[in-house]
Nanobody, 126 residues
């Protein structure tokens, strides 16, 4: 089974950048699609970005297109989320999620994934 650990969150100012990392353990990670989600108190978890097993397909929420970039390094069992031009509205707990799947589909719903990390807090001050 794949276990996921996020890191890289923190407190930054509007306009700054952060890079989140999702490190996985388990033999199936290289065959897994991975997604980043975020959640603020009182709101549902929302999709941010996703990448398919080979890295050939990515998908982004409209709110982060052009600012966030998802990538993967299977040699390091890691998926990254580079976040540029951060805004206070990006403040949330960020989660990575994975599901073993060969294909070009990148899920945008929570039920598309069956392994989740514990989350990392990102706070953007204005």
């Amino acid at each position: 089974q794949v276990q996921l650990v996020e890191s890289g969150g923190g407190l930054v100012q509007a306009g700054d950048s952060l890079r989140l990392s999702c490190v996985a353990s388990g033999r199936t990670f290289s065959s897994s699609a991975v997604g980043w989600f975020r959640q603020t108190p009182g709101k549902e978890r929302e999709f941010v970005a996703g990448i398919n097993w080979s890295g050939s397909v990515t998908n982004y929420a409209d709110s982060v297109k052009g600012r966030f970039t998802i990538s993967r390094d299977d040699a390091k069992n890691t998926v990254y989320l580079r976040m540029n031009s951060l805004e206070p509205e990006d403040t949330a707990v960020y989660y990575c999620a994975a599901r073993a799947f060969f294909g070009t589909y990148v899920g945008t719903r929570e039920y598309d994934y069956n392994r989740w990390g514990q989350g990392t807090q990102v706070t953007v001050s204005s």
